[in-house]
C-alpha cells in the first residue's frame, strides 16, 4: 500500500502560512505517524508530495460580494391639516363643536384611505390664557380631536398637548399686507392633524 499526503502545511483560505518549522514539525509527524503504519501493515510506503505556499490559484484577488440594492421607501413626509381652534371650539372649552365634526369627517375619510397610515393630533393655544393651563387645555382639545376621528374609524391615532406654539406660518393675504392680531391668534390656537403614510 502507497500513502502520499499532499500539502502538508497549505493554509486553509484566509489562514495564515506555517513558518518552516511548523511545516518541519508536520512533515516530522507524517513521518512518524506512516512509520507506525509500516509496522501494522508491513510493505506500506509514505511519501510527501510538496506544494508551494501562496500558489497561483491562491494569489488570486477576491472577487468584491455583491452590494445589496438599494432601498428606496415610499415617501413619509406627513401630510398636516392646519384646523383653526375657532372652527373647533369655543373659547376655553376642549369640547368639539357639532360644526366642526364635517370638517373632521374629510380628515377622517384621508386617513381611513392612506394605507397604513399614522395620525397625530397636536393641540396649540394662543397666550391669551393662563400659562399654568396652557398644557392642560392643548392636551384636553387634542385628546378631544382624537377621540372624534377614532369614532370616524381612525386607528393609530395619538394625541399631543403642545401649549403655546413656537412659531406661525404667515397666512396668505395679498401682497404686502400683514398678519393681523386676531390673525395670529387663530393661527396660535389651533390643532393640527398630522398623516404620514408607512
Known amino acids: 500500500m502507497h500513502l502520499t499526503l499532499a500539502g502538508l502545511g497549505q493554509p486553509a483560505t484566509d489562514q495564515p502560512a506555517p513558518t518552516a518549522a511548523q511545516r518541519t514539525w508536520l512533515s516530522n509527524l507524517w513521518r512518524a505517524l506512516c512509520g507506525a503504519g509500516r509496522k501494522a501493515a508491513p510493505g506500506t510506503s509514505c511519501t510527501l508530495a510538496p506544494t508551494a505556499i501562496g500558489t497561483a490559484e491562491r ?9 445589496d440594492p438599494a432601498v ?16 373647533l371650539f369655543d ?47 392643548s392636551q384636553a382639545r387634542a385628546d378631544a380631536v382624537k377621540d372624534v ?25 395679498t401682497a404686502g399686507s400683514r398678519m393681523t392680531a386676531e390673525d395670529k391668534l387663530q393661527c396660535d390656537r389651533r390643532v393640527d392633524i398630522e398623516i404620514t403614510r408607512k
Open 91 to 137: 373659547t376655553n372649552s376642549s369640547s368639539v363643536r357639532p360644526q366642526a365634526l364635517p370638517l373632521l369627517n374629510d380628515v377622517a375619510v384621508s386617513a381611513r384611505t392612506t394605507p397604513g397610515s399614522r395620525v397625530t393630533v397636536l393641540g396649540y393655544v394662543d397666550p391669551r390664557g393662563r400659562p399654568d393651563n396652557n398644557h392642560q387645555l
Open 59 to 67: 494569489s488570486k484577488p477576491r472577487k468584491k460580494p455583491p452590494q
Open 72 to 87: 428606496r421607501y415610499a415617501q413619509d413626509r406627513p401630510e398636516t391639516y392646519e384646523l383653526p381652534g375657532a372652527a
Open 149 to 173: 376621528l377614532t369614532g370616524l374609524g381612525v386607528q393609530r391615532v395619538t394625541a399631543h398637548g403642545r401649549g403655546l406654539p413656537t412659531g406661525c406660518a404667515k397666512p396668505d393675504h
